[in-house]
DNA sequence: CGCCAGTTTGACCAAGATCAACGCAAGTGG
DNA sequence: CCACTTGCGTTGATCTTGGTCAAACTGGCG
């Protein structure tokens, strides 16, 4: 889920509806990830470095090889707002407008495949899976964009930073045992919450048994349900 | 701005880049409002009519020929949040999922094209101008809604109805009397406030001199500076 | 050991929600 | 034409959630 870009998604376009698209589109598929790798180059980041700031072009994209990413804006009084996160898998900073909107920052250390856009848009010319690939990687983020809105908008802390943990828990296909990679500022930052309110949360939600913290980056899932009935209750 | 689809959009793709697609991509571009005006159909709702509710399928997606239309989401409790706005000359409705994850309804009377979305898949395989303006147009909504988690997320109740403000002076490419097509309950759902908050700053705003109000659906923007000056203090 | 960064907890405060009442204009039916 | 209703919008009084400020705790590290 969620901007990931796997070997298959770009294989499995509609059928071609015509023999020339066909064509292209037949060697394409075989050619789609190898194009794209020809087209990127591996990069390294430590942790809180800044990938790419807000104003800077957006001539590429990057996909997470490891880590996690934070893509965040600093208001100019200081408040700073996450807009997402993104795990080992998925794509993120395929940007349409000329200047980047928010940053980027590595969580902890991060490896990127980085991927020049102009080259990324002339593949897609030709190969149109690659080019639904892409879309539907916007159209992810969007409905994820989306579904947070309602979370920042509508929803008690306790329904957030549940939200929260049952997202995690699903990007980052884990089961009972969480590893959270990002600060509890981060979170707080992403939950549109404090800090102080975030642990204050998680503090009752231990209490309260639905989770356990054996160390700040480390949360077990008790009770799923519990947490659950929370998100829309 | 917003999921415009001009009909500059369809033919300012990238050169293609070899004969093959150049040739597709030069017929295409002639071809492709002509044939999105072929597979598409006339549909008229009226004032809160729902277009599409939450859980229906997604075969099919909208552009706004006249009036605005709110895509919505209801919670068990009946808090409602509202994900955007969309007016004349926007599109709506593309998503990647098999079912709705929000509803549509038109705010007041409204008039759209209908357009069958694998039809437009199978277009968008042969007309590569036509996958980017859609896949522009998922961008531009991601950033959209990107601003807006910002807005939820860390914003004060006077700094959300600025933005709010401003946001529909330049969508409706108003300058400085705006019409306002949606109720103030509309307005506190979409901004994360309640209806009251929603009037009491707008009657803030009016005794500050920054705006005045003639009628509800009507408010005229007096002090522009005032409201910016609000939205990144 | 002391320092530092990040986390946790507590006491207090304020922005905005909630509850309640009132205003106002557009129907509607007698 | 005028009571009456209905659906919004506006305003005021009070309450609650989560923010702010401050202090203590924890683990890693020089």
Redesign the pocket.
């Known amino acids: 889920m969620y901007t990931q870009f796997a070997t298959g998604d770009v294989t499995n376009g509609l059928a071609p509806s015509n023999d020339a698209t066909a064509a292209i589109a037949r060697s394409g598929r075989l050619d789609a990830l190898v194009a794209l790798e020809r087209i990127g180059t591996r990069r390294q980041f430590s942790r809180?470095e800044e990938i790419y700031a807000e104003g800077h072009s957006t001539e590429c994209w990057f996909r997470i090889v490891s880590g996690t990413v934070r893509i965040c804006k600093l208001l100019t009084d200081g408040r700073r707002h996450i807009a997402e996160f993104h795990y080992a898998g998925e794509s993120f900073g395929f940007d349409n407008a000329p200047e980047r909107l928010f940053s980027a920052e590595a969580v902890g250390d991060v490896i990127l495949m980085r991927y020049p856009r102009r080259a990324t848009e002339q593949l897609c010319d030709e190969l149109p899976s690659l080019a639904r690939s892409l879309r539907d990687m916007a159209l992810r983020d969007l409905a994820s964009a989306q579904s947070r809105m309602l979370l920042l908008g509508r929803?008690?802390?306790?329904?957030?930073v549940a939200s929260f943990l049952l997202e995690l828990c699903e990007r980052r296909e884990a089961t009972r045992a969480l590893d959270v990679p990002?600060?509890?500022?981060?979170i707080?930052d992403y939950l549109?919450?404090?800090?102080?309110?975030?642990?204050?949360?998680?503090?009752s939600f231990?209490r309260a048994g639905a989770i356990a913290?054996p160390?700040?980056?480390r949360i077990e899932l008790r009770s799923r349900d519990a947490l659950e009935a929370l998100c829309d209750a």
């Open positions: 809180n929803m008690t802390a306790p329904e957030r990002m600060s509890r500022n981060d707080a549109g919450l404090t800090i102080e309110t975030v642990c204050r949360v998680l503090s231990k913290i160390n700040p980056h």
